[in-house]
């Protein structure tokens, strides 16, 4: 959820469910926890009294970019062995899967 919210643009619940390939009901529990972590709000959406918008607090941000800076680290070390082509290779596979609508 930090990293879908990462960019700074507050997301609806339903956008999230699709950007993490999730039911919005599903999200509840995990967006409970971010906000009583104190990583997220939510409030109303300003043209859709139904819909909750989600955006990042400050210590969110934060944990946004503790994260984003661990996987880093963690995919560097992954393909340190891997050449060029390989890593091309491995991202171009991934892109296509990324793509897949299920």
Same mark, same amino acid.
């Given at each position: 959820?930090?990293?879908? #919210?990462? =960019?700074?643009k507050p997301r609806t !619940?339903?956008? #999230?469910?699709?950007?993490?390939?999730?039911? &919005?009901?599903?999200?509840?529990? /995990?967006?409970?926890?971010? =906000?009583? @972590?104190?990583? !997220?709000? @939510?409030?109303?959406? &300003?043209? =859709? @009294?139904?819909? /909750?918008?989600?955006?990042?607090? &400050?210590?969110? @941000?934060?944990?946004a970019t503790t994260i984003?800076?661990?996987?880093?680290?963690?995919?560097?070390?992954?393909?340190?062995?891997?050449?060029?082509?390989?890593?091309?290779?491995?991202?171009?596979?991934?892109?296509?899967?990324?793509? !897949?609508?299920?």
């Amino acid at each position: 959820m930090l990293a879908n #919210l990462s =960019d700074g643009k507050p997301r609806t !619940v339903s956008e #999230l469910g699709r950007l993490a390939g999730a039911a &919005p009901t599903t999200l509840t529990s /995990v967006l409970d926890r971010l =906000d009583r @972590r104190g990583h !997220v709000t @939510r409030g109303r959406h &300003p043209f =859709d @009294r139904r819909a /909750v918008v989600v955006e990042l607090t &400050p210590a969110g @941000r934060r944990a946004a970019t503790t994260i984003r800076q661990a996987i880093g680290r963690l995919e560097r070390r992954a393909l340190a062995a891997l050449d060029t082509e390989a890593i091309a290779a491995l991202r171009a596979g991934l892109d296509a899967l990324a793509e !897949v609508d299920g």
